[in-house]
């Protein structure tokens, strides 16, 4: 049974960090280019960030560049995102997903696996 889980959500104010992280199981997990996606209330999922199976392409979505950093740990089966300077904005649920390939434009419908989410809210 393939599980991604989620962690490191939680309450900052504007201008701090939190880092999340995500560790997969029942699965290959040097397989899969890894991505994390965020869903704000009313509004659709968005791609956030991605890597690829070994770390070589890293994308990230506009709004996030510069402040947010993904990486990998294949020997722990993880998957990280560093997130500083967060801002009211980046309030959301925070998903992780697994697919062979995963840029910013793969339609979400193709992800192989995802996560549950974490909440993060940031405060004015």
């Known amino acids: 049974q393939v599980q991604l889980v989620e962690s490191g959500g939680g309450l900052v104010q504007a201008g701090g960090s939190l880092r999340l992280s995500c560790v997969a199981s029942?699965?290959?997990?040097?397989?899969?280019?890894m991505g994390w996606f965020r869903q704000a209330p009313g509004k659709e999922r968005e791609f956030v960030a991605a890597i690829s199976r070994i770390g070589s392409r890293i994308y990230y979505a506009d709004s996030v560049k510069g402040r947010f950093t993904i990486s990998r740990d294949n020997s722990k089966n993880m998957v990280s995102l560093q997130m500083n300077n967060l801002l009211p904005e980046d309030t959301a649920v925070y998903y992780c997903?697994?697919?062979?390939?995963?840029?910013?434009?793969?339609?979400?419908?193709?992800?192989?696996?995802w996560g549950k989410g974490t909440l993060v809210t940031v405060s004015s």
């Open positions: 997903a697994a697919n062979a390939l995963l840029a910013p434009t793969t339609p979400l419908n193709v992800m192989d696996y």
């Open positions: 029942g699965v290959t997990f040097r397989n899969y280019a």
